[in-house]
């Protein structure tokens, strides 16, 4: 079946650097790829999604790019803000099936 | 921008009572889900729901939970007979065909 992997959390970054955050995934057929985020005490929002092989997607300086090669869609931020903090939440779908998400990673961002 | 919302925020019942979570998609998707979260843990598949019937659920929605659209804009969870364990956040989803779900802030549930 689909899964998702991310690495394990939390990761504290001072504002400004650099971050990543790895997520590779096992998936029959082509799946669709998302990054959800969660800030404190809210729900879960789309923070950017690629579809097929290649994509780049981006959103509030984000960037993950879907490499089927690998099998992974690695988060990216150049220079992070306090306001990033947040549980970043790798996922995936092929059709209409339920989205598989992965365990989730905290990250802290102290000024 | 639509939302999905999703009533009460934070619900606190005890165990054994029957409980009602109630998601408002958005009007125009036909596909809608509901997951959980337990505090801590992965966001986990409950059911998904289209054309007034399950499509698929998992091995958690068992016969104490289920799935009713009762009108044209609600989407409710039932749990039956609520058990300490199902404490967790509760998030409802909506989507259209082969677009991202969109979801909702969720409903803290708390059993006591």
Same mark, same amino acid.
Request: net charge negative; glycine share 8%.
């Given at each position: ?9 939390? #990761? !504290? ?14 998936? !029959? ?7 959800? #985020? ?12 690629? !579809? ?6 981006? /959103? ?35 059709? /209409? !099936?339920?989205? #598989? ?11 | ?7 009460? =925020? ?9 409980? $009602?979570?109630?998601?408002?998609? $958005?009007?125009?998707? *036909? ?6 979260? $337990? *505090? ?17 659920? =998992? ?15 609600? @989407?409710?969870?039932? $749990?039956? =007979? ?8 509760? @998030?409802?989803?909506? =989507?259209? *065909? ?15």
């Amino acid at each position: 079946g689909n899964s998702v992997t991310q690495m394990e959390g939390p #990761v !504290t970054l001072s504002e400004e650097a650099f971050l990543t955050i790895n997520c590779t995934y096992t998936a !029959t057929g082509y799946p669709s790829l998302f990054w959800y #985020v969660q800030y404190p005490g809210e729900g879960l929002q789309l923070l950017l999604k690629a !579809t097929k092989a290649d994509d780049k997607g981006s /959103n509030k300086g984000f960037e993950a790019t879907y490499r089927k090669e690998t099998t992974s869609f690695h988060l990216e931020k150049g220079s992070v803000q306090v306001s990033d903090s947040a549980v970043y939440f790798c996922a995936l779908y092929s059709g /209409n !099936t339920p989205l #598989v998400f992965g365990k989730g990673t905290r990250l802290s961002v102290i000024a | 921008e639509p939302e999905v919302t999703q009533t009460p =925020s934070h619900q606190v019942t005890q165990m054994g009572q029957e409980v $009602i979570l109630r998601c408002v998609p $958005i009007s125009n998707h *036909l596909y809608f889900y509901w997951y959980r979260q $337990i *505090l801590g843990q992965k966001v986990e598949f409950l059911v998904s729901f289209y054309n007034n019937e399950i499509s698929e659920k =998992s091995e958690i929605f068992d016969d104490q939970f289920s799935v009713e659209r009762p009108d044209g804009s609600n @989407f409710t969870l039932k $749990i039956r =007979s609520t058990k300490l364990e199902d404490s967790a956040m509760y @998030f409802c989803a909506s =989507s259209v *065909l082969n677009q991202p779900q969109h979801f909702g802030d969720g409903t803290r549930l708390s059993i006591l």
